[in-house]
């Protein structure tokens, strides 16, 4: 690994989309449908470390048919918005905390790592470049998705010798088509994501593939995400299939707000762990636990679960409205979006967007 700092060679495009179309689109972004005018790639090989920093207009990729990532799947990635603050400039949130997830989910493929500042230097090389490009201030951003994957040609099972890291950019309007209206999720007991000594907790490709079927059950079955549950017993809550989950144990003051621990089968989620802070800022108790659908469902039915909800980079704070499993269903709540569900999103939309003090140092201005 080197840590040296990088150059980029900057190539910016001679012909970035003309400002009406690109306004179009910021008008009505959806997820991840439209790219920017530019990309960074900096490429990796064995003996050379990283080297040929760019960025240049975006662009087709041409690959060889052994590539082997095709093959036999290295291939990580990363989330991260840049809001639009309400001074007008432009922020990442937490790209830090990214990178070293970067970091891990790169050890764990058995991929080079990528130095932490040139991670964040590839992104706000992009931000910067493209920032006609960000939102004004809402909910609407400006995603980030940096990833990497093995370039080197061949059949051999091995760690390749060779990677792309790149960073492109999509403007990013809500994720659910709903926006914060509740969604109905179901607990899948016949698929596992990930079981204890794989790959749950890196940011790898291979897991969303691996959830696609059960994801599809769920919709066969009227909901529209998949909960995952653990692989041994198939019993306790994990995560959903792009986002952490969140549960309100009481309410009003006395609310306490859980999540389920990391028990490495799971995405260590930056936006999880920030709740966890701002609840606490907000005075709530917090914890991380270990729930079981029993348990969900008796809460649920007692009344000692009041609220539940998904969070995530893409999906922000989404409410949980109802759950149905092979043998229950029930309804979270009065299936409403809840007081304190509520109460969170407004005050991590307000850090991000900088119309309230960022007291932890997450705001990184480019
Ligand atoms: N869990 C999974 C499987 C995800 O893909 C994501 C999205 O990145 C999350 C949780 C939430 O993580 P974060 O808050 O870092 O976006
Ligand atoms: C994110 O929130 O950044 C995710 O990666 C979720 C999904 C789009 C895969």
Not at 299 to 328: Q, W, Y
Request: contains cysteine.
């Amino acid at each position: 690994m080197t840590t040296a700092r990088i150059g980029f060679d900057l190539k910016p495009s001679a012909q970035p989309l003309p400002d009406a179309e690109r306004e179009a689109i910021l008008a009505n972004p959806g997820f991840g449908r439209h790219f920017t005018d530019h990309m960074v790639t900096i490429k990796w090989s064995e003996g050379k470390g990283w080297h040929d920093a760019q960025l240049e207009p975006y662009a087709p990729l041409r690959m060889d048919p052994a590539n082997m990532t095709l093959h036999y799947g290295q291939s990580i990635f990363e989330g991260l918005k840049a809001y639009r603050q309400t001074d007008g400039s432009v922020a990442l949130f937490r790209p830090d905390a990214n990178a070293q997830r970067f970091q891990r989910s790169a050890r764990r493929l058995a991929m080079p790592e990528l130095p932490v500042e040139a991670f964040i230097e590839a992104c706000e090389l992009l931000v910067r470049q493209d920032r006609s490009w960000v939102p004004g201030v809402g909910e609407e951003s400006l995603y980030l998705r940096p990833f990497m994957f093995a370039s080197e040609v061949g059949l051999g099972v091995k760690p390749a010798n060779e990677y792309l890291f790149m960073v492109i950019a999509s403007p990013a309007g809500a994720y659910f088509p709903g926006g914060i209206k509740p969604v109905s999720v179901w607990l899948s007991e016949e698929y596992t994501r990930a079981a204890p000594g794989g790959t749950g907790e890196a940011k790898c490709a291979g897991n969303y593939a691996a959830s696609l079927v059960a994801q599809a059950e769920a919709a066969q079955q009227g909901c529209d995400q998949v909960v995952w549950l653990d692989a041994v017993e198939h019993r306790y809550v994990e995560e959903m299939g792009g986002m952490n989950l969140y549960f309100v144990q009481g309410s009003g003051a006395d609310a306490r707000i859980v999540t389920p621990r990391l028990t490495g089968t799971l995405l260590p989620g930056i936006t999880r762990h920030s709740l966890l802070t701002i609840a606490e800022d907000l005075g709530y108790a917090t914890g991380e636990v270990q729930l079981s659908t029993e348990d969900w469902q008796r809460g649920n039915a007692d009344g000692s679960i009041s609220e539940v909800f998904a969070c995530g980079t893409a999906a922000v704070i989404t409410p949980v409205g109802t759950v149905k499993s092979a043998r229950a269903q029930w309804t979270v709540g009065d299936g409403e979006p809840g007081e304190l569900t509520r109460k969170l999103r407004e005050t991590l939309l307000a850090l991000q967007s900088g119309s309230i003090e960022d007291r932890h140092g997450w705001l990184h201005r480019v």
